[in-house]
């Protein structure tokens, strides 16, 4: 898992449970993952690499103020709206910059998918989902919450048995 509290119920009832010291660290949960044979194993493994703010690394991570990741402005910004219908939410060129990170960042956790499942046994049954969409200026809005969008209900589900690569 990636750094998360803890101390949150998520961490029970697991027979073991690591906390990654960084948020986008699957690399490092593909390298450690293990699959003993003959023996059922249920594995959890929560992502940052495709969470804002969309970076693999340090480098020029981009920094947007609020709640997970919606403009800290945002009442002010829509009260500002309802009487000025021109105003911008945030910026259109950095919004895309952001939405083509997020693209690379799939891209790069898609490679790592590759490598997860090559090292999967014969019959191992996977579920790929996520917690939430993401909006990239649908409506003006960037973020996942705390906006009741469409597009924040929108998530991948896959499932079946692993693909053998």
């Known amino acids: 898992m990636p750094v998360l509290n803890q101390f949150t119920v998520i961490n029970q009832y697991f027979d073991d449970y690591a906390l990654m010291p960084?948020?986008?660290d699957f690399a490092s949960m593909v390298r450690d993952v293990e699959f003993v044979d003959d023996e059922?194993?249920?594995y959890f493994f929560n992502l940052g690499e495709t969470h804002y703010?969309?970076?693999l690394n340090g480098d020029d991570l981009p920094h947007i103020s609020g709640v997970h990741g919606v403009f800290k402005e945002m009442d002010e910004v829509l009260l500002t709206r309802a009487t000025s219908p021109a105003s911008k939410f945030f910026d259109l060129a950095e919004m895309q910059r952001l939405h083509k990170q997020q693209v690379n960042c799939v891209e790069y956790v898609d490679k790592l998918m590759g490598e997860l499942f090559a090292?999967?046994?014969?019959n191992t049954h996977i579920i790929v989902t996520a917690d939430h969409g993401e909006l990239f200026g649908e409506d003006d809005y960037?973020?996942?919450?705390?906006?009741?969008?469409?597009k924040c209900f929108e998530v991948p589900f896959l499932e079946g048995l692993c693909p053998k690569t």
Request: hydrophobic fraction near 25%; include cysteine; charged fraction near 20%.
């Open 22 to 24: 960084h948020d986008n």
């Open 40 to 42: 059922l194993r249920f």
């Open 53 to 55: 703010p969309y970076m």
């Open 119 to 122: 090292k999967c046994p014969p």
């Open 142 to 150: 960037f973020g996942h919450g705390p906006i009741m969008h469409e």
